[in-house]
């Protein structure tokens, strides 16, 4: 009904770029070409958008061989903004012109002076330099190296997955442009010059090498073409460019697989065992499959193998690697199909000993000579090629554009259709036939021919290093004491000149005229009215005590099903059983049928069914249409069981839902749950080591709201010590530990109908096709308890949820209002720091989400950002509990000077308050208010999520009014409230801080701050 999801406009153009070194000069290309344009002169036109534009995707991306620079918005206006100044800054950038000398420095590497504290800092940089560098080398300033790139790529390679990958594609392609890393490693782009720079860009950014496009409706379509036709007609065609940058194939030259071993940077432990660390070590063997274009057929071939072998945690290889207990965790993905070449690779993480690495290896390839002889069961295959069909006819979420064009330059790159990308019915169809006259075999030749069969492959060990971190500083230190020794005076003080330069550019404010250059949109380009999404609510359906909900959406005949169930009933200390009751919902057997036999049969007949947890706050009795800080003690804790099917399979997902709540067989699954457990906590600590920004966030959030606190505990870096004392008693006391979560689920089986919802979405045909089962399946299916019927659950809008008490005490002694440091192994820190802004029950303006958008987007891109070199600065604050923090991603500074870049967020706003944000008609507060709006918005929701959406609305107690006003308050944004916001900012409520980083990073603090050691 009259629901329109206004498809996102998508417009992209991708370059074939072909490194010939690791000096990133490709990746630092596409973050410089969007610093400013013949059209477009102003510093940062990107950062202009990101601030006050509606777009719903707005990046580029850096691939082995390919630079893409994709936009989306749902508003016509603000595409073709998006889209003109996209192609201004490729076609005419002034990164690669004289004036626009600086960009390089900024975004890729630099040399910075380290401010002398106790010689008048700054000062010194722009007056006492003259004289001081008359007393010849040994008294020159000291360097260190900066740039958004070379940060960037410093975090990258502290990841340990991330630095096997790269080192091992080095490996497998010795002798084509895949050996060289486009993203640049921190040890080489310092070596990048000014030349190499500007010739790569002539080189391959012309529109021969280019490759457009569009989605939209017909008139997006033919704009598109004409405003490109105007930026590329007058370049010509220039055949030359697209030769120069054809990625040749690496051919199969090794005679025996290549070995190598490698460290990575771990922490310390502190018991001092003899290895010193208690980190594992990393296996991954990795192939390259093919040496020429591969078949549609052979494409999808290797598609449905990847997902026989790894799929799910019961499919072959995966259970093998996890119940060998050999690692933590399993590694490598599988196939990887986006570029000419296609490799496969597996392994594990986490594996304890040095000679269980061998052993592991073994296991790989013992494990694939069996499937090799053995091959797979109908069973196996029927699962993995619905699976594989399903999701090629659902396609992807609400950008599908984006998706259809990255997915297109897989072929498309290489002067390949790309149709051959994106149409599968041809392939599927011949699959089919393959698979009905030979069964399993076309799988078996696979593993044969292009696994086993086949030597160009690497094998690559990552060993732990408690001396790496150290060692790298000191050759970064190295690199630049001898570049400094080389260097002519003139060549020393052309730097130190630069280096001043380049301050003062970043710190003059751009002239009103240069900022009106900037695209901009006004308050009526706007909607408005807030998106709201078709819902239908039937209370006590068919008479079972149950709620359902609807939403008729566009779905392609796909039925999406969500049953929730109330789980407050469980005691608090409890709580933290459930993710382990949920982990073996999703991968244990039933009564009859083993694990592998009832996943394959889930993957069967169905799209998919997994369970999860859900924690939302709810709107307390009253509050509908106000915003007010929630006091944190109203919430709702559900257990969701969520699937989807195609209209046919109906009958067959609801038997799942029941097998799923009632028949899994807990008792036999103490292997599942212990691989479930260590591939979690193994998984969550790289998490907190590559994304420390989210945890460091969180932290600080649960200490100001009883709500966030639980949070924490189940998903923060505090859940890590929970996990590991759950799986302690796994492996110590099997009995005791299943007999917990047998009563955990009957708790949850026998709770309250009042607590339990069934959410459906689909098209009209799916909904009327559901309702006929669904009746059933509430009135017969779910356990009625005829006994004693459960108390009725309470409705958490008027009283504390049941864990609110106990969880109060526990947070009071585990998290309170204090620093802390969190200790992992990386070469740069996320810092945060936050504090409550406003109290409980206090109302909150829309206009606050504002000042916070123009924070992250100004302010903290600025100053951290642009100025200092961190990869990502944010600000966030949250109208539900009332708490702002600041933060910062891949963060290359010591965490004290990000922490004064924080302190002086609010001073900043004060001044534009008198200034740039009362200019021009208060032209900035407009560009803050259409950014914010933009993403309040988002992007087109997939049937799935606008169904899911719907329901947390509902279930929130969020009403359209209080959307409406939240809109309307957003829209009236004025500078008083900027003055207020920052007002409240400087007097922030006991603000605490939270800093993930290496432990040499936080020693050097010397502040008091609790510790805490991700081990």
Known sequence: GGYDPKPDKVFGVAFRTKPESSTGVPHILEHSVLCGSRKYPSRDPFAHLLKGSLQTFLNAMTYPDRTVYPVASRNRADFRNLMDVYLDAVFHPRAVEEEGWWVLRQEGWRYDVIDDEDDGGRALATNGTKQRNLAGNSDRADFEFKGVVYSEMKGAYSNPEDLLERSTQSLLFPDNSYHYDSGGDPAI????????????????????????????????????????????????????????SVIHYQQRTFKQPVRERKPFAAAASEEGEDDGTTEGHMLCVTWLLNTQPLTPLMELTWIVLDNLLLGKPSSPLTKALEDSNLGEETIGGGLDDELLQST??????GVKKREDVAVLEDLIM?????LDSDGFSEDEIASSMNT?????????????????????????????????????????????????????????????????????????????????????????MIQITRAKSKMSDSEYQHIIDEAIKLKILQETEETPEIIATNPALSISDIDPTPIEYPIHADENAFKSGINVVSHEVASSGIAYVDLGLDVSMIPYEDAILLPSLISLLNEAGTSDMSAADFRNYVGKSTGGVYATLEIMSVKPTGWDDDIKVHPGV???????????????????????????????????????????????????????????????????????????????????????????????????????????????????LNGSRNGMVLNLTGDRTVLDAIMVEAGDFLVNSLPWDLGHPAPPTPDFRSVDHPWIASAEKEMIQSNPVRDEGIVVSTQVAYVAEGGRLYDVGDPVSASVSVVSHYLTTGYMWDVIRAKNGAYGAYSQFSSHDGI????????????????????????????????????????????????????????????????????????????????????????????????????????????????????????DMEREMSMFKVQ
């Open 189 to 244: 782009i310092p070596t990048l010059t000014r030349e190499e720079f500007v010739a790569f860009y002539k080189k391959y950014y012309h529109p021969t090498n280019a490759r457009l496009f569009v989605a939209g409706d017909e008139s997006d379509v033919y704009h598109a073409l004409s405003v490109a036709d105007r930026y590329m007609s007058p370049m010509g065609y220039n055949p030359q460019s697209r030769k120069d």
């Open 388 to 476: 594989i069909e399903f999701q090629l006819r659902e396609g992807g979420g609400g950008l599908r554009g984006m998706e259809i064009f990255l997915s297109a330059l897989a072929k498309w790159n290489y002067d390949i259709s790309p149709k051959d990308a994106l149409v599968y019915e041809d392939a599927l169809k011949l699959l089919k036939e393959e698979i009905d006259k030979t069964g399993s075999n076309t799988f078996q030749q696979l593993i044969h021919d292009s696994l086993l069969g086949n030597n160009h492959r690497v094998v690559m060990e990552l060993f732990p290093s408690t001396t790496l971190e150290a060692d790298q500083v000191q050759d970064a």
């Open 344 to 349: 496969f690779a597996i392994g594990m993480k």
């Open 634 to 748: 109203n919430m709702l804790t559900m257990l969701f069981i969520k699937g989807k099917c195609t209209i046919e399979k109906i009958s067959d997902l609801f038997p799942v839902f029941t097998k799923i709540l009632t028949d899994i067989n807990l008792d036999d699954s103490q292997d599942i749950l212990r691989n479930a457990l260590k591939s979690h906590l193994s998984s969550k600590k790289s998490s907190v080591a590559s994304r420390g920004h989210s945890f460091a966030n969180r932290r600080i959030r649960g200490r100001y709201s009883v709500m966030n606190f639980v949070e924490e505990k189940i998903y923060g870096v505090s859940s890590l010590e929970s996990y590991a004392a759950v799986l302690e008693s796994v492996e110590s006391d099997w009995g005791q530990f299943v007999l917990r979560l047998k009563n955990l689920r009957e708790a949850i």
């Open 884 to 1003: 702002a923090t600041l933060f910062t991603y891949r963060d290359p500074n010591t965490p004290e000077d990000t922490l004064d870049a924080f302190h002086g967020a609010a001073s900043t706003i004060l001044e534009d308050a008198k200034s740039s944000l009362i200019r021009d008609d208060n032209a900035a507060i407009t560009t803050s208010i259409i950014g914010t709006i933009g993403g309040l918005d988002g992007s087109a929701l997939s049937a799935n999520d606008a169904g899911w959406v719907s329901l947390v609305r509902y279930l929130r107690g969020e009403s359209a009014l209080s959307r409406q006003r939240w809109r309307k308050e957003m829209l009236e944004t004025s500078v008083d409230d900027f003055v207020d916001y920052a007002k409240r900012l400087k007097s922030w409520k006991t603000p605490s801080i939270a800093i993930v980083a290496s432990q040499s990073a936080l020693n």
């Open 366 to 370: 013992d494990t694939l000579h069996k």
